[in-house]
Each structure stands twice: as structure tokens, then as C-alpha cells.
């Protein structure tokens, strides 16, 4: 008797056979397999990876770079606590928040501290994040389900970044404001950035100063104006020491002969120049 071969099966020598003459299906076929065992081993099987990274939000390509987020936007950012991958699993993680008025405009610079999964690229040192390798300057992009945003990365550590911060008081002055800006700077007034207080107004002090010209025979006349004042203020600033240098805000340099604006919760110090640093 004569056995029939079942038909819809093929023996091995006729899968190699098929496999040789149609090599292009053959191509893809190892390729997806490929990309689907390591998907699985990744997604299964690959202990990951948790490193600790500082974002700066705000796109730092020059082709790119986004506006400093406004209140709105930051209240919306402060919410953000968990981004999930396709399978549920936490990819981001927010610890904390911290965020400062940009040059007293009703922006904010803002500061996001996160522990994300990575993938660790063998031995080099780099990391895979979201199929891109990430490190200090490089872009992110993060998408919880509240909020949805971009940020550069402004430090990365596989252990928890705890900057070390200082209390300064620092004096500032400003020649020729009105006297209604000397009335207005509230004394005791403060700035929270989210997380600690880092500005309180001590005191304050003022003089009356008058602008002069010279006529033509050099006499000095005084100008006929509205009356101005010699501000002096003294506040209490936390920020940290890097090489040597005193920054609040995180980046804002704050040097002798530098001029600094920044905003209590009711005034904005516009135009001080630093004048004593303690």
C-alpha cells in the first residue's frame, strides 16, 4: 500500500527547500523573530535598570527650544507622578518638583527630579531610554497621563542626586526707584519653590538720590524730576556652592556686581545689583 503524505505540512527538507527560494520572506521571518525573542526577554526576563536623573523642562536643541512653562502648566507638571509602559509597568517615577520665577515674568524655570528604566548599553557607561541614549544635556520626553512634556537632562546618577545647599544673606541695591518700589518690598515676605522656603526679605533701608547735569559753564544742576531713592535689601537666599560660586535657583550665579531679579510671593526685585554677599 502506498502511504500519502498529509497535506498543510511540510518536513523539513521542504521547509529549507522553501526557505532557499523565497530567501527575502526568509530575511524578515529571522528578523521578527529576532526583534520578538528580545522584546520578550527584555519585557520578562532582563533585571532592570533604575538610575536617577535631574531635568531641566524646556527643550535644550537649539532647533527645538520650547517656552519655560507658565503657572498653569507647572500646577499640571506637580501632579505628574507615574509613566507606564505598553505593559503596565512604571517606566518614570517623579520624586519631587522644584520650580523658580524666571526674571519676575509668570514663567517658571523649572526643575523635575525622576528615577527612570533604563536599558544599559554593555560596558560603555551609557544608558537607553525610550530607545534613545540619554546623558547630562540630552533631550527627554515624558508622557503621564495628566501632562505631557520635554526637558534636558541637567545631571544622572545611578545613586539618589542630593545636592547640598547653603543659607546666604545677601544685600542688594538699586539707584533711582520710586518711592512707592521701596514702600511695596514687604519685610518677612518669602518664596517657596515647591519643596522649601528659599527667599525671605530681612530688611530694608533707603535714601533719598537726585540725578545732576552739567550746564555748559559746568555748574551740576539737578534735574527737575519726581523724587527717587537708594534702595538697600537685605535677603536670605538658599542655593548651593559650586567651584566657589553661590547660584540660587539652580543656575542663577549670584556674584558681587551682578545684577539679580527674582520674586518673592508679592514682590518682584527687578534690576538689584548684588552689593555684600554673607
Excluded at 515624558?142 to 543659607?167: C, H, K, M, R, W
Excluded at 551740576?220 to 537708594?230: D, M
Excluded at 531679579?261 to 514682590?267: A, G, I, L, R, W
Amino acid at each position: 500500500m502506498i502511504k500519502r503524505k498529509k497535506k498543510g505540512f511540510l518536513n523539513l527538507k521542504e521547509l529549507i527547500i522553501f526557505a532557499k527560494q523565497n530567501y527575502f520572506i526568509t530575511i524578515i521571518a529571522v528578523c521578527v523573530l529576532f526583534v520578538g525573542v528580545v522584546s520578550v526577554y527584555k519585557l520578562f526576563f532582563a533585571k532592570p535598570t533604575f538610575i536617577y536623573v535631574k531635568v531641566h523642562m524646556g527643550q535644550g536643541l537649539w532647533w527645538a527650544n520650547t517656552q519655560r512653562p507658565a503657572g498653569w502648566f507647572v500646577d499640571a507638571i506637580k501632579q505628574a507622578r507615574v509613566e507606564t509602559d505598553l505593559t503596565g509597568r512604571p517606566i518614570v517615577e517623579v520624586q519631587n518638583v522644584t520650580y523658580y520665577p524666571w526674571y519676575g515674568s509668570s514663567q517658571y524655570d523649572t526643575y523635575i527630579n525622576v528615577v527612570l528604566k533604563v536599558s544599559r548599553l554593555g560596558k560603555t557607561g551609557k544608558y537607553n531610554f525610550k530607545r534613545s541614549t540619554i546623558g547630562v544635556g540630552a533631550p527627554v520626553d515624558f508622557e503621564f497621563d495628566n501632562v505631557q512634556f520635554s526637558g534636558t537632562i541637567v545631571a544622572l546618577s545611578e545613586e539618589p542626586i542630593n545636592n547640598t545647599y547653603v543659607t546666604k544673606t545677601v544685600t542688594l541695591t538699586k539707584k533711582g526707584a520710586y518711592p512707592w518700589e521701596y514702600d511695596a518690598i514687604p519685610i518677612g515676605d518669602t518664596y517657596n519653590n515647591g519643596q522649601t522656603e528659599t527667599l525671605k526679605v530681612m530688611e530694608k533701608n533707603n535714601q533719598e538720590t537726585a540725578s545732576i547735569y552739567s550746564d555748559m559753564y559746568g555748574n551740576n544742576l539737578p534735574l527737575a524730576e519726581e523724587s527717587k531713592r537708594y534702595i538697600t535689601v537685605k535677603l536670605r537666599l538658599k542655593g548651593k556652592v559650586v567651584d566657589g560660586q553661590f547660584l540660587y535657583g539652580e543656575e542663577q550665579l549670584v556674584s558681587l556686581g551682578r545684577s539679580f531679579t527674582t520674586s518673592s510671593s508679592h514682590f518682584t526685585f527687578n534690576d538689584y545689583m548684588v552689593a555684600g554677599i554673607e
